[in-house]
């Protein structure tokens, strides 16, 4: 029931609403932008050249405060991720702004990059339940700074929405995205959204070493911009197309350069407003030199659920949306969820033929694909893209969450599709559950396997092998399993699994693994 101050920011008006284009000044920022395709994942903490992961528990009780949340942060290295190395952290950590608070929900969010430009990519871990005086769940955002020797408290910054924006239910940090959008800041810019839209900052180079050491200062957001994606829609959806598409309620975002213009884009991805509600629309906002024509905001079909990689080794980021659950209109393959794959070109995700071109559509009962789409499946509850056997083509991994296993209700499935010169391909096509050889673990009703996937190359091996999550498991303790990548692709041999009381955590309905940086 505190009152954070956010840090002090100059208005700069670079993220446009209307004919928008993320757009800024020239810098000498040498960074990578977002997606798969330029091998920059802008996960390592330590400045290692290894991978690191960030996996979120928000409802872990701390300090006797339920839901008050944790996060977990595993160091790579040249045989992978553990748990021995790993820390976690909370508002009640050293360093951290505030203190951990019932419903807070520490960890509901997650993104990772390098906001300061100093080589060391950041934390960023959203925190939406955070209540602000009297304005509940008014929400706000914690950056961890990287440093030689990983993530610490020390310094730690707070965002929140400004004094005039702040709602009850506002939820600030409900979801989160970093990347290298524009040319302004000598680092990624930082994406926030809350119930309304999204805020996007850019920061400050790291302070110069001080007899102190460089990481005890704080660094301050210098830009600041907003847009609002919740308008009401101009017409009803059976009739909204692209060039007219309805408001959104934000729900996930994603980054890739879609283009290869050499600046990421920004996805925000939500579910339909007005007469027709809940069905998946994305917004392409792009990423642009300040010295370039501005491109506009596009939206296309898909969502809520989106992730970036390069499906067809062309070059650029394809966008793959996700729709787990849509309005019941008749169609089984709608209840049992689809997944959406916008190519990459020169012109973006939307394709040659301009916004609004059709993706390919993929279903449980796409030839090929392990399953048959039934109601409540949850197919596309979760996607990541990434490289799984060294062939420079992205994989994509999807979460089933709603999959029942034989009569177990719920139990959750992942699915992979491999990428190919042509695509994503069902072609040895690969699903895992908790009943698959060699993966720990029963099925039982309710655990969600699948809940959050996230490809990750620990080790740099140039194989990226999959975190796949079952935040229902032990009646919403939550746990998270490793599954390995060779020549071959993923294996289920040697998988592994852990939960928050490896890092000390506990795991009492912490629904860890809810929340998983990809």
């Known amino acids: 029931m505190r009152k954070h101050r956010s840090a002090a920011v100059a208005a700069a008006s670079f993220l446009l609403v209307t004919g928008a284009v993320i757009v800024t000044a020239p810098s000498a920022y040498a960074g990578i932008p977002g997606g798969t395709h330029a091998n920059d994942r802008n996960t390592d903490f330590n400045g290692d050249g290894y991978d690191d992961v960030l996996v979120g528990g928000p409802r872990a009780a701390v300090g006797g405060h339920k839901g008050a949340g944790m996060v977990t942060v595993q160091y790579g290295g040249p045989k992978g991720i553990g748990t021995t190395r790993g820390k976690a952290f909370s508002q009640n950590t050293t360093g951290v702004p505030g203190a951990a608070e019932t419903g807070d929900g520490f960890g509901t969010s997650l993104a990772t990059g390098d906001l300061d430009g100093d080589g060391y990519d950041d934390a960023i ?292 599709l491999r990428g190919s010169v042509k695509g994503m391909t069902s072609t040895g096509a690969l699903s895992v559950n908790q009943g698959t050889a060699n993966v720990p673990g029963t099925v039982e009703k309710g655990d969600k396997f699948g809940g959050q996937v996230s490809f990750t190359d620990p080790n740099d091996d140039g194989r990226f092998g999959l975190l796949a999550s079952a935040p229902g498991e032990n009646t919403n303790d939550g746990y998270v399993w490793v599954f390995s990548a060779g020549s071959s692709g993923l294996t289920t041999s040697g998988s592994w699994s852990y939960g928050p009381s490896a890092f000390g955590g506990l795991p009492t309905d912490a629904l860890y693994g809810a929340a998983i940086d990809d």
Do not use: C
Request: glycine share 18%; proline share 8%; net charge negative.
């Open 125 to 416: 871990i959203g925190i939406p339940g955070e209540d602000l005086g009297a304005v509940a769940d008014a929400g706000g955002a914690v950056v961890l700074w990287g440093t030689p020797n990983g993530l610490t408290g020390s310094a730690s910054d707070w965002l929140q929405a400004d004094d005039l924006d702040l709602t009850t239910g506002g939820r600030f940090g409900a979801g989160l995205a970093a990347a290298h959008f524009g040319d302004t800041t000598p680092g990624d810019l930082l994406a926030v959204m809350d119930s309304f839209g999204v805020t996007v900052y850019g920061f400050e180079s790291a302070p110069q070493p001080t007899a102190k050491s460089a990481d005890s200062q704080a660094r301050r957001p210098v830009q600041k911009s907003r847009t609002t994606l919740t308008s009401p829609p101009r017409q009803t959806l059976s009739r909204a197309s692209a060039d007219d598409p309805p408001g959104i309620q934000p729900k996930s975002m994603t980054t890739g350069d879609y283009d290869n213009n050499g600046f990421a884009d920004l996805i925000v991805s939500g579910t339909s407003l007005g007469d027709e509600p809940g069905y998946g629309w994305s917004f392409i906002l792009p990423g642009t030199a300040s010295n370039e024509e501005p491109l506009p905001i596009t939206a296309v079909r898909g969502g809520p659920v989106v992730a970036s990689g390069d499906i067809n080794r062309d070059g650029y980021d394809d966008l793959v949306t996700g729709e787990p659950h849509s309005p019941d209109d008749g169609g089984a393959s709608m209840t049992g969820g689809m997944v959406g794959v916008y190519y990459g070109s020169a012109d973006g995700p939307a394709g040659q033929e301009g916004p609004g071109t059709p993706p390919v559509w993929w279903t449980q009962n796409s030839a090929g694909v392990p399953g048959t789409s039934e109601r409540g499946d949850g197919f596309g509850t979760d996607l990541s893209v990434g490289d799984s056997n060294g062939d420079g083509y992205g994989d994509v991994a999807i979460g089933v969450a709603g999959e029942d296993i034989g009569s177990v209700a719920d139990a959750g499935a992942v699915t992979v």
